[in-house]
């Protein structure tokens, strides 16, 4: 079912309708809220189309650096998956 959340970004109004529980719409909501105020303190002349697509590529790189550091933590757990199965066939050749 549909919920309706009413948000604010940038001083604005926005009805969101979305499967997700009202809590987090308006956590999502103050994120990009968070950066674009970020990115029009920073560049007063900027539009807001331009701030925009700055906070657009901002959130996107948010989203890499936590996808390359998945990447990282899958690889590590699985050379502890290998070096653990080494281990273990130690130990059993060390009680046989």
Not at 1 to 12: S, T
Not at 16 to 27: A, F, H, L, N
């Amino acid at each position: 079912m549909k919920n309706l959340v009413r948000v604010e970004i940038l001083g604005r109004e926005y009805t969101i309708r979305s499967d997700e529980g009202e809590e987090r719409v308006k956590k999502i909501a103050q994120y990009v809220n968070e950066k674009l105020t970020k990115i029009t303190e920073s560049a007063k002349t900027i539009s807001s189309h331009n701030a925009a697509i700055l906070a657009a590529l901002d959130i996107a790189n948010d989203y890499f650096e936590v996808l390359e550091g998945r990447a990282s933590l899958v690889q590590k757990v699985e050379k502890m998956e290998r070096q653990t199965g080494r281990l273990i066939e130690i130990i059993d050749s060390k009680i046989q």
